[in-house]
Nanobody, 121 residues
């Protein structure tokens, strides 16, 4: 069994900052890619940022220069530092991890439960 638990969402004014965290627990051999996605009301879920096991990162054009994804492998945790937040960043944010599990070493995809980020004045 593997669980992803997110934290750090909330209400913030435009221009403000938030830091999201997502920690994985359970039967884990290793974690390959980690990522953050978001879904605004009435819209499809979209990629925000990803980070590989080698710490290569990729960002949606809409968040480049404002958001930073990072990971702590010792804690099985991925972070999303969000600065200069805009009204259009309002969404439910989900983390995703590709996790290798024992004993097979097969990789599986897991999602967090989602955390609400609301940017409003």
């Amino acid at each position: 069994q593997v669980q992803l638990v997110e934290s750090g969402g909330g209400l913030v004014q435009p221009g403000g900052s938030l830091r999201l965290s997502c920690a994985a627990s359970g039967s884990i051999l290793s974690i390959n890619a980690m990522g953050w996605y978001r879904q605004a009301p009435g819209k499809q879920r979209e990629l925000v940022a990803t980070i590989t096991s080698g710490s290569s990162t990729n960002y949606a054009d809409s968040v480049k220069g404002r958001f930073t994804i990072s990971r702590d492998n010792a804690k099985n945790t991925v972070y999303l530092q969000m600065n200069s937040l805009k009204l259009e960043d309002t969404a439910v944010y989900y983390c995703k991890m590709i996790i290798a599990r024992p004993p097979s070493h097969y990789e599986y995809q897991y999602w967090g439960q989602g955390t609400q980020v609301t940017v409003s004045s």
